[in-house]
């Protein structure tokens, strides 16, 4: 069985007890690059789809980018040369001052060049980066396919055994990120799979798509998260624990080293579902439902798996680990979509068929 929590975490619940009534069942995929089949749990791979059923596109409006290089304006290209063929003249003045300081040869080769450049300018040249609308319906990425086996701790609706995500790789302007949309099935009930994908016909960048990869669930618990800012201006409880415990938490944080955070023993890195989100409230609100439910993480995608460090294996795990000095071993499913890495994407409480919402960190 693999394990990384780390067993510094103990301290956690000797020292503050009452967190064990705020834990939250998680399960971390150590997604590591493969060829999983429909049959399997993966991060990027094949779906078990029912062929009678159409692959989802996003329909929102979306834009897409195009370059080209065109010709500076005749004005504007004179004034570009005009400034230039300033500089020029007053680095040769500088020259010409230093007298016999400077050789004869670079002297010349100088003035031969300010000579040719004030006879002959060049055409300016630049680049003119255009918004155009796409118009076609986009095809949804497949981002995680999870049989109910290999979640242990995770909730499924009743009667279903599999969850699939997929979200739309495209620009989306007003807020920008990945569309999301969850399906829950009763695998057995997939008896015709679709044989064939639809081929993604718009993605705006590569790593908005995840590289097929197996997964190698944990099942692990984490902690909410307080705030950390003790003593700054814009010091505020999150109010995720009772505001006494949350005030003792941060208290006893801001005397221990980074790497041995309260953060980094409560929240486990990398790719996982479930568990609780680390993002902050007051730039990324976290969402209720259409319905007026509160909203939780359903999944939570991360650039980076963070190897070494706290979170490594207790245990020789059953897939290869990684080098933590190798960026490719650090980043398995190439994905990076927000500035801080982290993206989460949260389910409805009451209801999970309902809309899905996202979050970038």
Request: charged share 20%.
């Amino acid at each position: 069985m693999i394990s990384t929590t780390p067993s510094q975490r103990v301290m956690l619940l000797m020292r503050f007890p009452e967190l064990a009534d705020f834990a939250r069942s998680a399960a971390r995929l150590h997604p590591r690059p493969g060829s999983p089949t429909p049959y399997d749990s993966s991060v990027g791979g094949e779906l078990l789809w029912p062929a009678d059923e159409a692959r989802p596109r996003c329909t929102q409006p979306h834009t897409t980018q195009t370059v080209e290089v065109v010709p500076v304006a005749d004005d504007e290209a004179h004034r570009r040369h005009e400034e230039e063929m300033g500089h020029r003249r007053s680095s040769l003045l500088q020259l010409e001052a230093l007298g016999a300081q400077v050789p004869v040869a670079l002297l010349a080769s100088a003035r031969e060049s300010l000579a040719r450049a004030e006879a002959e300018p060049l055409a300016l040249m630049q680049r003119q980066v255009r918004s155009i609308s796409f118009e076609e319906p986009v095809v949804m990425a497949p981002v995680l396919q999870l049989f109910a086996k290999d979640a242990p701790g995770i909730d499924f609706p009743d009667g279903t055994d599999l969850l699939q995500i997929l979200w739309c790789p495209a620009w989306h302007a007003g807020r920008p990120g990945p569309r999301p949309a969850a399906f829950w099935r009763t695998a057995g009930d997939v008896t015709t799979p679709l044989q064939a994908a639809p081929v993604l016909n718009h993605v705006y960048k590569d790593n908005w798509v995840p590289r097929p990869c197996t997964v190698h669930p944990e099942e692990l618990v984490e902690y909410p998260p307080v705030c950390t800012l003790d003593g700054a201006p814009d010091a505020h409880l999150l109010g995720m624990l009772p505001a006494p415990l949350e005030a003792r938490i941060r208290s006893w944080d801001s005397g221990l080293p980074e790497d041995l955070s309260y953060a980094t023993l409560a929240h486990a890195p990398g790719w996982k579902v479930g568990g609780w989100e680390y993002s902050w409230p007051d730039t990324d609100p976290l969402t209720s439902c259409e319905c007026g439910a509160p909203m939780r993480p359903l999944l939570e995608t991360y650039s980076n798996e963070e190897l070494g460090g706290l979170w490594t294996p207790n245990s020789a795990p059953p897939f290869t680990w990684g080098d933590p000095g190798n960026w490719q071993d650090q980043q398995p499913t190439g994905v990076s979509i927000a500035r801080n890495g982290a993206t989460w994407i949260r389910v409805c409480t009451t209801e999970p068929r309902h809309p899905l919402d996202f979050g970038l960190f």
